[in-house]
């Protein structure tokens, strides 16, 4: 018994600090959002913007998707198979 209410003490220990870190957080973004609107400027955007795969991830995306297809066509012969450098 008394290891379950420790077990529940510490539950609400940690699902305390997690939610003081989630307010503490929307309160600076929206600090920094309402700082950019009084100075008439843009806030941003809220997440950063992805940039795009190198092209050497785009080749071997290509690459791993040849092999899968070819994973895909297997019929136990050579039939349908793409060769993958």
Not at 17 to 35: H, K, Q, S, T, V
Not at 37 to 60: C, M, W
């Amino acid at each position: 018994m008394e290891v379950m209410m420790l077990a529940m003490m510490a539950i609400v220990i940690v699902a305390g600090i997690a939610a003081a870190g989630c307010a503490a957080m929307c309160y600076r973004a929206g600090l920094r959002d309402g700082l950019a609107v009084s100075r008439n400027t843009d806030p941003g955007p809220v997440l950063p913007e992805r940039k795009p795969n190198p092209p050497e991830e785009a080749e071997q995306d290509k690459r791993i998707d040849a092999i899968l297809a070819n994973v895909e066509a297997y019929d136990g012969t050579s039939n349908g198979q793409e060769e993958v450098k």
